[in-house]
Structures are given as structure tokens and as C-alpha cells.
């Protein structure tokens, strides 16, 4: 079974979701209505179905939908209403979890499989432009309209108690960008701990979450609308106004005579209008870019060429992801489509645990059930203590039992702090290389 990669594509007018596989460059089925807000189109849980949040009616609007599609049918299957309009959407790995960013600086937790909010914040002075998650997953990076770039602790959110004690909710609040940021973006693996930010101001900058700091400003020629981090994580590449993509290197290299600017070492010439969008293929190769000139660009990355042109029929194109799907047999792709369909999320609630319209003060995540298994030779100290609870509840358990577990978990624990802090050692020597470089 092989893994297909899907092109999609969505404009600020009604054009539709835009599909095509990214080898051949043949259209796949058009999903409509949609005037896409940008970075508000998402495949949720590894493309189990599509999200994306439309574009108020009248820029006055307090209130535009949230649509929900599935792969096998063209029109739109749930229609969402937020309390506000809402423009970058973001999901989790598995896709149990949405976030929105809205046009008040709020924003939003939802739980996909009910579609109870289960929390929302005050993130922002302005508007939230973009949204992304730490490679782990525990905490949340936003940018805004007002120039800043936070930083939150998702596990926060959920402490009550927590919440009163500190001053500020977020982690990190970092505000040397002057204007609008537009986008931002996470580094992975050995990159985990640094986040790449881009504005209206000209610049990106680099940052270090483990360390809480600004490491380098990248400065452009044109504005920059969108970056997308190199899989292979030697560069990050920035798409600009003026229809280039610059190619920025992360690892100190620098080029004196560049005609582009310090540590900007090529770029991607193609486009007739700014470029929008970006987004990078699992081969580490193939760069895919959207532009106000109404196309989607297949790039071969390291050629620096362009492999296909994709047009978008009418508009400008505002978003590009590429998404992931397994080729099947035709009786697998009945079970698959029986079970998409059976995936849709109901409606996204407006207010938390609300039946009146107002908003309660608190939201609660139930625990959910390890996926870990109990029978592996490894058991990590969290499964341990749930085997633990469980023996203590049980008039089976034996004392000696107990006892056992909880010497497995001390010693669980303890590797696992080792290896945290050789980690974290690793991640160190990386961001003090990269402060040096400056």
C-alpha cells in the first residue's frame, strides 16, 4: 500500500477547495462552496476529513461559519458558527483536538468527536494571524495582528488553580517584531526547541523556546507572507511580495556578497505576484507555493526549478497544504470512505458547557485512555502508575505486586529524567552554536 500526496489549494473568493495529486498534477474532486480565510484550511487527523473558516460576508460581520467536508462528496457535510470569525485553524497529530484563532485576539480549544469548546482565552491584543504547535505537542505558538508572538502552555489552560497563581498565562511573550505577524512555524527533531517567526516588518526571526529568547534576525528586501521549515532542517524558506521565496540558512551560514541580505543564501523566482503560501513535502525535496497571481508552483527544491503549475481557476490562492493518503484497494476505499463519513465532528459549540448562552469559567479534559501496551517489555512510569491504582482497587492485589510496580516506576522515572537532560544538553550546545554564529 503506498502513500499518495494531495495538493490542496483555497482562494479568498468562492472557488473551492482545489485538489490534485502532487506527482501527476490531475485534478481530484473540487469541494464547494469555500472563501477561505487564510491559514484557515486544515486536513484534520492525517486528512480524516477537511476544515476551513470562511471569510465574513461584510468586513463589519461579528460571526462567519467554520465548514466541514469529507474526501468523497464535493459539498459541505457540518456547518460551525463560532461566537466570532475565526481565520487560522490548527489540529493535533491525531486530530482529536481544533484551534482557532479569532479576530478578537481569543482563542479556541475544541474537542472534535463532541464539539464542546474546552477552553478559550485572551491571547491577543488584535486579531490572530497564525497558529502552530512545539514538536511535542504541549505547547501552542500564536502570532497576532499586533505584532507579537506567544507562547502557552497547553496543559495550563486546563490548571485552574495554576491559572490564579500566575501573573501571565503564557510561557514566552515575544514583541521585537514592529508589525502584523504573518506567519510562523516550528523546527523538529533536533530543531524542536526553535521557532521561526515572519512579519510585515521585513524580518524573520529565529527563536529559542528552551531558552526564551530572540537567537537572530533575518532581514528581507520585501515583506514576507509565509515560511516553511526545511524537513532536513538546514534552512527554512520565506515567501515574499515581491514573488520570491528566499532560502535562509539555520545553521549560521552566511554570504557577505548576497545580494539578498545576511544568511539569505538563494531564492526561487517564478511567481508573477507576491507569493502567499508554503508548504513542504515529506521527501524533503518538493516545495509547494501559492500566489496572488492565482497559481499553485511545484518546486524542486534543491534544482531550484519549477516541476508543475497548478492553477487555481479564479482568485488569488491564500492557502497550500499538502496532505497525505494511502492508495488503496477499491473495497478498502469503501471502508475508508464508510469510516470518514462516520469521522465528521457534530457542530463546534459557541460557549463552553453553555445551555444559556453564557460562558462557564472552567473546562475540563477527561483523561483519556493509555494507548501504551500493558504486555511490552518497556512500560513507561505513566502506564506504571495507572497499573498501580488499578492494583490498589483490586482485592486481588498483593502487597508485593504494588510494591514491585512502584520500583519499575521509580526506575522508569529516572531514566527517563537522564535522558531528558542529556536532551536538553544536546539542545543547548544547538542554540549556543547558533548564538556564537552571531
Given at each position: 500500500m503506498a502513500d499518495d500526496e494531495l495538493v490542496l489549494a483555497t482562494s479568498a473568493v468562492d472557488a473551492g477547495i482545489a485538489c490534485w495529486d502532487l506527482r501527476s498534477g490531475s485534478e481530484r474532486l473540487r469541494h464547494r462552496p469555500c472563501a477561505c480565510a487564510p491559514a484557515g484550511l486544515l486536513a484534520v487527523g492525517c486528512g480524516r476529513f477537511l476544515a476551513a473558516s470562511q471569510l465574513p460576508d461584510h468586513p463589519s460581520s461579528t460571526s462567519a461559519p467554520i465548514f466541514f467536508f469529507s474526501w468523497d462528496k464535493p459539498q459541505v457535510e457540518v456547518r460551525s458558527f463560532p461566537a466570532e470569525p475565526i481565520c487560522p485553524l490548527l489540529s493535533n497529530s491525531d486530530g482529536t483536538f481544533i484551534f482557532g484563532g479569532g479576530s478578537s485576539g481569543s482563542i479556541y480549544l475544541w474537542e472534535v468527536s463532541s464539539g464542546k469548546l474546552l477552553s478559550k482565552w485572551n491571547a491577543h491584543y488584535r486579531s490572530v494571524t497564525c497558529l502552530t504547535l512545539s514538536d511535542d505537542e504541549s505547547m501552542l505558538i500564536s502570532g497576532s495582528v499586533d505584532g507579537s508572538v506567544r507562547v502557552w502552555s497547553l496543559l495550563m489552560m486546563f490548571d485552574e488553580i495554576g491559572k490564579e497563581a500566575v501573573r501571565n498565562l503564557y510561557v514566552y511573550s515575544f514583541s521585537e517584531h514592529s508589525l502584523r505577524v504573518t506567519d510562523v512555524v516550528s523546527g523538529h527533531?533536533?530543531?524542536?526547541?526553535?521557532?521561526?517567526?515572519?512579519?510585515?516588518?521585513?524580518?524573520?526571526?529565529?527563536?529559542?523556546?528552551?531558552?526564551?529568547?530572540?537567537?537572530?534576525?533575518v532581514y528581507f528586501p520585501a515583506i514576507i507572507n509565509a515560511i516553511a521549515m526545511d524537513p532536513g532542517e538546514h534552512a527554512f524558506y520565506a515567501g515574499g511580495r515581491d514573488g520570491k521565496i528566499y532560502i535562509v540558512a539555520l545553521n549560521g551560514e552566511h554570504n557577505p556578497d548576497s545580494s539578498h541580505g545576511l544568511f539569505i543564501i538563494g531564492s526561487l523566482t517564478d511567481h508573477s505576484k507576491a507569493v502567499t503560501c508554503l508548504a513542504f513535502s515529506i521527501d524533503g525535496v518538493t516545495l509547494v507555493s501559492g500566489s496572488e497571481d492565482g497559481t499553485v508552483r511545484v518546486w524542486d527544491a534543491k534544482k531550484k526549478l519549477v516541476v508543475r503549475v497548478l492553477k487555481h481557476m479564479k482568485g488569488p490562492v491564500n492557502n497550500v497544504i499538502i496532505v497525505r493518503q494511502q492508495s488503496c484497494s477499491d473495497s478498502q476505499v469503501l471502508q475508508s470512505r464508510k469510516r470518514m463519513h462516520l469521522s465528521m465532528p457534530p457542530p463546534l459549540n459557541k460557549y463552553i458547557n453553555s445551555t444559556d448562552g453564557e460562558l462557564e469559567s472552567q473546562a475540563v479534559i477527561v483523561p483519556q485512555p493509555t494507548r501504551e501496551p500493558l504486555d511490552t517489555g518497556y512500560c513507561s512510569s505513566t502506564v506504571m502508575k495507572n497499573q498501580i491504582k488499578e492494583l490498589q482497587n483490586s482485592s486481588r492485589a498483593t502487597e508485593m505486586e504494588v510494591e514491585k510496580l512502584r520500583m519499575q516506576c521509580a526506575r522508569s522515572a529516572q531514566v527517563a529524567q537522564q535522558?531528558?537532560?542529556?536532551?536538553?544538553?544536546?539542545?543547548?550546545?544547538?542554540?549556543?552554536k547558533m548564538l556564537d554564529d552571531n
Open positions: 527533531g533536533f530543531c524542536n526547541s526553535i521557532i521561526v517567526s515572519s512579519s510585515e516588518d521585513r524580518t524573520c526571526k529565529i527563536w529559542s523556546l528552551s531558552k526564551g529568547r530572540l537567537l537572530r534576525t535522558w531528558s537532560k542529556l536532551y536538553q544538553d544536546l539542545q543547548d550546545v544547538y542554540v549556543d
